[in-house]
């Protein structure tokens, strides 16, 4: 199991140490407040078939003013996660792992200290394929 409190680095969320609110034999769940803010985040394993499933995904949650009754709040949601499909017999953890670092660090160009904008995400982001 991951550690409990599960310690991230993100910028946008002040506390990194989010506690464990659920705990399964292949699922954990982390949750914290920040602001008016609620961060959600979940890993999850999955085994079927020869095959495992990995999920790690952060839901951020908010209550924000209605933009089209504007005596009105509204709760507004932004899931993001990473799924990691394989076969646990043809490939190792090592070559998943540099698969992730990939994706992560190659196809969406993550900032780095030399390049803090992260223009290939904001294009994907903003519908671009």
Avoid: W
């Amino acid at each position: 199991m991951l550690s409990d409190p599960l310690v991230i680095d993100a910028s946008f969320i002040t506390a990194a140490d989010i506690p464990a609110i659920s705990r399964e034999t292949n699922k954990s769940v982390y949750r914290i407040t920040v602001s008016s803010t609620k961060y959600t985040v979940t890993v999850s394993h999955t085994y079927k078939d020869g095959r495992r499933r990995t999920m790690v995904r952060l839901d951020a949650t908010a209550v924000v003013a209605d933009p089209y009754v504007t005596s009105t709040n509204v709760e507004d949601t932004t899931s993001v996660y990473l799924v990691i499909d394989r076969s646990e017999r043809l490939v190792t953890d090592t070559a998943v792992v540099s698969y992730v670092k990939e994706l992560l660090g190659g196809v969406m160009a993550f900032a780095t200290a030399a390049n803090s904008v992260t223009t290939r995400t904001a294009q994907i982001v903003a519908g671009e394929s």
